[in-house]
């Protein structure tokens, strides 16, 4: 808030004593100075809530507001993020669509490719250990076990269990390309009951 500006909101005989040099001139000053901070967040507010424009603590603290919390929890609160913040800004931006997907192949290998950068991960599900998924992590995200361990440990069923392994002859994968966030699909109408 401008100093002339607080200046209305005072009283009338308030209003004719501030006079340049007054000592009501010079707390009006600091006061404008004070409010500078606060009004500069309040004007871009929006942007503490977008994943690609927050601060890097606010993403930390976004990721638990669509339930990727699991993937930056640390023992300490000065420990460093398990990944680049990047990364941690496309998990937030897709989110919604992650959380759509929670529980299939498709959903943990999305998270995983999102978490880590590097795609080829295989989902499998033997045929003689029913309710078991072992994931074959690609040898380029081998250095990444510790997130991959606590990504799949969240986002697969809670009646499946499940193994890590890296694969040493793992065909040649690339980066992951971030796709778009995509809106949430909407479940299709169901048909109308028939009067009887």
Request: contains cysteine.
């Amino acid at each position: 808030m401008r100093r002339p500006a607080i200046e209305r909101l005072l009283p009338a005989a308030y209003q004719r004593a501030c006079v340049p040099g007054s000592v009501l001139w010079a707390l009006l000053d600091v006061m404008e100075a004070l409010h500078a901070p606060d009004e500069a967040v309040l004007a871009d507010v929006d942007a503490l809530f977008a994943p690609y424009r927050a601060p890097d603590g606010m993403v930390a603290y976004l990721a638990g507001w669509v339930a990727m919390d699991h993937v930056v929890a640390a023992p300490r609160r000065d420990a460093p993020l398990p990944l680049p913040s990047s990364r941690l800004r496309d998990l937030v931006a897709h989110g919604a669509a992650l959380a759509t997907w929670r529980g299939t192949p498709d959903g943990l290998r999305t998270a995983l490719e999102l978490a880590t950068g590097v795609t080829g991960f295989v989902l499998d599900e033997p045929t003689d250990r029913p309710f078991h998924l072992v994931v074959r992590v690609p040898p380029t995200a081998a250095d990444q076990l510790a997130l991959v361990s606590r990504i799949v440990a969240a986002e697969k069923p809670a009646a499946v269990t499940a193994e890590v392994t890296v694969v040493a002859d793992a065909p040649a994968v690339g980066r992951a390309s971030v796709p778009s966030p995509s809106p949430v699909p909407t479940p299709p109408d169901p048909a109308p009951k028939e009067p009887s």
